[in-house]
């Protein structure tokens, strides 16, 4: 049982670059979530999703899209990266709400040069 | 500013001292979850507390809710170098809402 597994582990991109983060989980969570950690700010949500084709914004959204079109599988895009970018990326799940404990993925680490 | 304030920030101490961090808010929660995170993994779930006062303990952690729901508090007795971690505290409201983490490096 995987789990969440987020790809790639690490990237570097230069400004203005576009790439896709990798999300799925094979635990058939309704819910999903992006999160970016940067030192001492704890975890922000980006976007979060409570089911296939559904979407929506949370803290930090600006910069970043989504897309839900299966259970297993969101990927997080961002079109025209930017050094304020560079963070840690998280993705989790939860069975049915936001009040359940999370299942992290192990991140993706983005470096925006 | 965070919603839901950890401190300290970062302690560092000696195998077999005894610790507490803490998770403050001006904010009810309807419950608060902690979470452990080592480097390069996403963080764990150690325990969640959902009623005031209430008191979990999982081994040589001790998890307290506070009586009105807008604070918690994890003690851990005898630190050992495994428990070496970013130690992380969330709040429920219709989303979840994280602390900035505490940093415990302990040193055998």
């Known amino acids: 049982n995987a789990g969440v597994t987020q790809t790639p582990k690490f990237r570097i991109l230069k400004i203005g670059q576009s790439m896709t983060l990798q999300c799925a989980q094979d635990m058939n969570h309704n819910y999903m979530y992006w999160y970016r950690q940067d030192p001492g700010m704890g975890l922000k949500l980006i976007y979060y999703s409570v089911g296939a084709g559904i979407t929506d914004k949370g803290e930090v959204p600006n910069g970043y899209n989504v897309s839900r079109s299966t259970t297993e599988d969101f990927p997080l895009r961002l079109e025209l990266a930017a050094p304020s970018q560079t963070s840690v990326y998280f993705c989790?799940?939860?069975?049915?709400?936001?009040?359940?404990?999370?299942?992290f993925g192990d991140g993706t680490r983005l470096s925006i040069l | 500013t965070q919603l839901l304030e950890q401190s300290p920030q970062f302690l560092s101490i000696q195998e077999g001292e005894n610790l507490t961090v803490y998770c403050n808010s001006s904010s009810v929660f309807s419950s608060l979850q902690w979470y452990r995170q080592e480097p390069g993994e996403g963080p764990v779930l150690l325990v969640t507390v959902v009623t005031g006062g209430e008191v979990k303990k999982l081994k040589r952690l001790t998890f307290q809710f506070g009586d009105a729901r807008k604070d918690s508090s994890l003690h851990i007795t005898a630190a050992q170098p495994g428990d070496t971690g970013l130690y992380l505290c969330a709040g429920v409201r219709n989303k979840l809402v994280f602390g900035a983490g505490t940093i415990l490096r302990v040193k055998s």
């Open positions: 989790a799940s939860t069975p049915s709400d936001s009040n359940q404990p999370q299942h």
